[in-house]
Each structure stands twice: as structure tokens, then as C-alpha cells.
């Protein structure tokens, strides 16, 4: 059964630092890795998704990157700002398609 | 497209009442999830249909959840009866096949969000 990982739960930092944030799943044979962001009260917006065959993805200041050896997923936001504050999910999609997803790290940027 | 719709976004019943959660995926999408987000236990994923058939409902935490497909437009899931622990906001997702690959991004409904009293 996949189980999904997101460390930290919370995190707060100054406006202008880069940041990484962590996302580790158990079974390593999946077929992508998808990052969502989640504002207060709103629905899931999809940022970034990797298939199992690559190893990161990057629009604007986002990275996403990929190691299904050791069931990890990094997402790398550059020069953050006050609205990139929101919940940041990850989601592992599976061989039985299913999609599971981690609880999700709650960003606050700081102006 | 106007992405996957949901409806109605909120409800407020009684205890004991029938709920029914509606769900329109994006035209062309053959995979929906129905997944119900709480505070505590984050993002589960209750059941999914690929091609309108059901795969797996292991998420389905009793079975007075229940839902259906029935066509590639449209879904529900009913709660029969409300319990105030149903409290949540539920999401419906769509995904689609790319030639090559087994479903890949998916899409998500503003949700739904349930309260009991």
C-alpha cells in the first residue's frame, strides 16, 4: 500500500529565499509524481508532474525533481515571494492508477 | 474546457439525511476520483472509475457512501444516512490517457464542502 510523506508540515521563510520542499512515498513503481498547490478554502491546482522516465520538470521558478530509487520527490521554489504562500501537495500516482497523496506542507512566505 | 465541475459547493444537512455529491470530468478524461480532505487525515481517496466502470472502492469508509458513473459525463456520490463525521470538503478529479503512458495529470473540482449538525 503507498503511503506518502511530506516533511515539513509547516514552514515559514523571509520573502527572496530559495526553499525545497520534501516529499517521500514507500512503493517506488510509479508511473508519475505530481506537485499541487492548495490555497485556504480552494480547490487543487496542479504546478509540476514527472513521469516515472524523468528525473525533474521546471516551469518558471519551480523544480521538480524525481528519485524513484529512493522514493523521494524534491519541489524547489526560487527567489519565493508572499504569493507563493499555500499548502504544497504531492501526489504519487501508482500502477493501479491510483493517486495518493501526502498531507501536505503549509508555506507561509514572509513579506 | 471549463475543467471538472462540481456541485453543489456547499451543503448543510441534518444528521440522517441523504447527501448526493455531483461530478462532471473534463470532456474526454476516462479516469474520475473522489477524494474527501479533512484536517486530520489530509487527502484520502475514497473510490475511482476508469471508463465509467469502478476500480476500486477500498477508500469507501462504510457503506453508507456509495457512488456511481453512470456515463463518461457525469458521477455521484451519495451518503445515505449523514453523519455529522462526514463533515469534509470532498474533491472530484478527472485524468486522461496519453498514448504510451497510464493516466497522467490529473484535475481537480473546487470541491465540495459538507457539514452535518
Known amino acids: 500500500k503507498q503511503e506518502v510523506t511530506q516533511i515539513p508540515a509547516a514552514l515559514s521563510v523571509p520573502e527572496g529565499e530559495n526553499l525545497v520542499l520534501n516529499c517521500s512515498f514507500t512503493d517506488s513503481a510509479i508511473y508519475n509524481l505530481q506537485w499541487f498547490r492548495q490555497d485556504p478554502g480552494k480547490g487543487l491546482t496542479s504546478l509540476l508532474l514527472i513521469q516515472s522516465s524523468q528525473r525533474e520538470q521546471t516551469s518558471g521558478r519551480l523544480n521538480a525533481s524525481l528519485d524513484k530509487s529512493s522514493g523521494r520527490s524534491t519541489l524547489y521554489i526560487a527567489a519565493s515571494q508572499p504569493g507563493d504562500s499555500a499548502t504544497y501537495l504531492c501526489a504519487a500516482g501508482g500502477r493501479d492508477d491510483k493517486i495518493i497523496f501526502g498531507k501536505g506542507t503549509r508555506l507561509h512566505i514572509l513579506p | 474546457d471549463a475543467g471538472v465541475i462540481q456541485s453543489p459547493r456547499h451543503e448543510v444537512t441534518e444528521m440522517g439525511q441523504e447527501v448526493t455529491l455531483r461530478c462532471k470530468p473534463i470532456s474526454g478524461h476516462n479516469s474520475l476520483f473522489w477524494y474527501r480532505q479533512t484536517m486530520m487525515r489530509g487527502l484520502e481517496l475514497l473510490i475511482y472509475?476508469?471508463?465509467?466502470?469502478?476500480?476500486?472502492d477500498s477508500g469507501m469508509p462504510e457503506d453508507r457512501f456509495s457512488a456511481k458513473m453512470p456515463n463518461a459525463s457525469f458521477s455521484t456520490l451519495k451518503i445515505q444516512p449523514s453523519e455529522p463525521r462526514d463533515s469534509a470538503v470532498y474533491f472530484c478529479?478527472?485524468?486522461?490517457?496519453?498514448?504510451?503512458?497510464?493516466?497522467?495529470?490529473?484535475?481537480f473540482g473546487q470541491g465540495t464542502r459538507l457539514t452535518v449538525v
Open positions: 472509475f476508469n471508463n465509467n466502470v469502478p476500480i476500486d
Open positions: 478529479a478527472s485524468s486522461y490517457p496519453v498514448q504510451g503512458l497510464r493516466n497522467t495529470e490529473a484535475f
